[in-house]
C-alpha cells in the first residue's frame, strides 16, 4: 500500500557529488512520520545499509563506509528523505534504496548510482 520512489542516481566521476530522494506516498504510512533508512545493494553483494535518520531527524547513523562523506536528511511535509553524497567512490556503485528500518515495507524500484571515471 505504501510506495517508495528513490530519484537523483546517475553517473558521476569519483569525487563527485549526487543528491537522492525518497519520497512515500499511500495513505495509511505518509500521514505518519517514522524513521527513515536508505540501502544500497552493488553487483553481486547482498543489499547493506547505508544510513538511518530518525522521524525528527534528530539521530542519524551512517555506515564505516560512507561516514563523512554522505549525509542524510528528510522533509517530513513533503514525505521526502534526502541522501547528500560527495567525495563519491567507485565502490560507492550500487543500486540505492529507501525504506523504514524497522517498519519496512515493499522495496523501491531504486535508483543506480554509478561511480566511473
Known amino acids: 500500500q505504501v510506495q517508495l520512489v528513490e530519484s537523483g542516481g546517475g553517473l558521476v566521476q569519483p569525487g563527485g557529488s549526487l543528491r537522492l530522494s525518497c519520497a512515500a506516498s499511500?495513505?495509511?504510512?505518509?500521514?505518519?512520520?517514522?524513521?527513515m533508512a536508505w540501502y544500497r545493494q552493488a553487483p553481486g553483494k547482498e543489499r547493506e545499509l547505508v544510513a538511518t535518520?530518525?522521524?525528527?531527524?534528530?539521530?542519524?547513523n551512517y555506515a564505516d563506509s560512507v561516514k563523512g562523506r554522505f549525509t542524510t536528511s528528510r522533509d517530513n511535509a513533503k514525505n521526502t528523505v534526502y541522501l547528500q553524497m560527495n567525495s563519491l567512490k567507485p565502490e560507492d556503485t550500487a543500486v540505492y534504496y529507501c525504506?523504514?528500518?524497522?517498519?519496512?515495507?515493499?522495496w523501491g524500484q531504486g535508483t543506480q548510482v554509478t561511480v566511473s571515471s
Open positions: 525504506n523504514y528500518p524497522l517498519r519496512p515495507v515493499s
Open positions: 535518520i530518525s522521524y525528527n531527524g534528530g539521530s542519524i
Open positions: 499511500g495513505f495509511t504510512f505518509s500521514r505518519y512520520t517514522y524513521a
